[in-house]
């Protein structure tokens, strides 16, 4: 049985509880599910170093996907000793960043280092593919991967048993939170993102009836089949809004983003959200991300009917 984990805030892109890592004790050492991005490192060190554990000694690190802000410090971890977990399709890439950092610089230009920071190289003898419904044991503790593509291929959400509980860490397949809400939000980005297969993850974990949900973006959820389903509403309801912004022949670019942003914003604020936690946490940037995320999934259905 997995002990209760420490969640540290990375305080990603300055923001409380936009971004955690897990923290768990084993037989002689500790284990991590999630690196963060390397732009959080130091924060993430100082939260270990805090709860007296010395980060060097990680033994493992356990991650959802490699996009930057779960992945990105994977490889000083892996520098420093420990083995990191992953799907098999981000192996390679955790060896060989190259790609995944020239398309981010692509898109962030001078302010990569500030918002995530380019991904190190991981030592290919230290990164294990793991393959769904594969149980990792490590210094006592155990971890089983679910496979749960739609945000990316190569995502996997990772169940344990805490206190008796089943948990599940799930990444970005059950979407992201604003603080002090149940308000669920999503990252649909490109190049992967696809909503019958993010659906069809959300039928898996909703098919394991867990007694808890823990959030990389952010916090412990105690009704996971709630949050699941409004997962789903959310998705639905993203996924349409922003393809009707998108066939809209009278918008360009920047209109495009600014009628999301509105959008999101109403339905936001008709949730509870006051206007500064919206303007905080959903910003433009996340909303040209999904702007992509979708026009590619649509160019893609549009080609495979050619």
Same mark, same amino acid.
């Given at each position: 049985?997995? &002990?209760?984990?420490?969640?540290?805030?990375?305080?990603?892109?300055?923001?409380?509880?936009?971004?955690?890592?897990?923290?768990?004790?084993?037989?002689?050492?500790?284990?991590?599910?999630?690196?963060?991005?390397?732009?959080?490192?130091?924060?993430?060190?100082?939260?270990?170093?805090?709860?007296?554990?010395?980060?060097?000694?990680?033994?493992?690190?356990?991650?959802?996907?490699?996009?930057?802000?779960?992945?990105?410090?994977?490889?000083?971890?892996?520098?420093?000793?420990?083995?990191?977990?992953?799907?098999?399709?981000?192996?390679?890439?955790?060896?060989?960043?190259?790609?995944?950092?020239? &398309?981010?610089?692509?898109?962030?230009?001078?302010?990569?280092?500030?918002?995530?920071?380019?991904?190190?190289?991981?030592?290919?003898?230290?990164?294990?593919?793991?393959?769904?419904?594969?149980?990792?044991?490590?210094?006592?503790?155990?971890?089983?991967?679910?496979?749960?593509?739609?945000?990316?291929?190569?995502?996997?959400?990772?169940?344990?048993?805490?206190?008796?509980?089943?948990?599940?860490?799930?990444?970005?397949?059950?979407?992201?939170?604003?603080?002090?809400? &149940?308000?669920?939000?999503?990252?649909?980005?490109?190049?992967?993102?696809?909503?019958?297969?993010?659906?069809?993850?959300?039928?898996?974990?909703?098919?394991? @009836?867990? @007694?808890?949900?823990?959030?990389?973006?952010?916090?412990?959820?105690?009704?996971?089949?709630?949050?699941?389903?409004?997962?789903?509403?959310?998705?639905?309801?993203?996924?349409?809004?922003?393809?009707?912004?998108?066939? @809209?022949?009278?918008?360009?670019?920047?209109?495009?983003?600014?009628?999301?942003?509105?959008?999101?914003?109403?339905?936001?604020?008709?949730?509870?959200?006051?206007?500064?936690?919206?303007?905080?946490?959903?910003?433009?940037?996340?909303? @040209?991300?999904?702007?992509?995320?979708?026009?590619?999934?649509?160019?893609?259905?549009?080609?495979?009917?050619?």
């Amino acid at each position: 049985m997995t &002990s209760t984990p420490i969640s540290i805030d990375l305080q990603y892109n300055g923001l409380r509880e936009a971004a955690a890592s897990f923290v768990f004790k084993g037989d002689t050492g500790h284990v991590l599910i999630e690196s963060g991005p390397l732009a959080t490192l130091e924060t993430l060190k100082a939260g270990l170093v805090e709860h007296g554990i010395d980060p060097t000694s990680i033994k493992a690190v356990f991650l959802t996907h490699i996009h930057l802000d779960h992945g990105g410090a994977a490889g000083w971890f892996a520098e420093n000793g420990a083995d990191i977990y992953v799907h098999p399709f981000g192996v390679d890439h955790l060896v060989d960043p190259t790609r995944i950092n020239e &398309s981010a610089r692509r898109i962030y230009g001078t302010h990569l280092a500030e918002v995530f920071g380019e991904m190190l190289p991981c030592p290919r003898a230290k990164v294990h593919a793991v393959a769904h419904s594969e149980t990792i044991s490590v210094d006592g503790l155990e971890f089983t991967a679910i496979e749960t593509p739609g945000h990316a291929r190569h995502h996997h959400a990772w169940s344990t048993v805490i206190n008796g509980r089943q948990c599940c860490f799930t990444g970005d397949v059950a979407g992201m939170r604003i603080p002090g809400t &149940s308000w669920v939000t999503l990252p649909l980005a490109p190049p992967e993102f696809d909503p019958a297969i993010w659906g069809q993850s959300l039928d898996r974990l909703e098919a394991f @009836d867990f @007694d808890e949900l823990q959030l990389t973006h952010f916090g412990t959820v105690e009704n996971p089949q709630d949050h699941l389903a409004a997962t789903r509403k959310q998705l639905a309801w993203e996924t349409r809004m922003v393809t009707e912004i998108l066939d @809209d022949p009278s918008l360009d670019h920047e209109a495009r983003k600014i009628a999301y942003l509105d959008a999101l914003h109403a339905r936001a604020t008709a949730h509870g959200i006051s206007q500064a936690d919206c303007d905080a946490y959903l910003s433009a940037g996340m909303v @040209d991300m999904n702007l992509g995320g979708v026009q590619r999934h649509l160019n893609q259905l549009r080609k495979a009917s050619d």
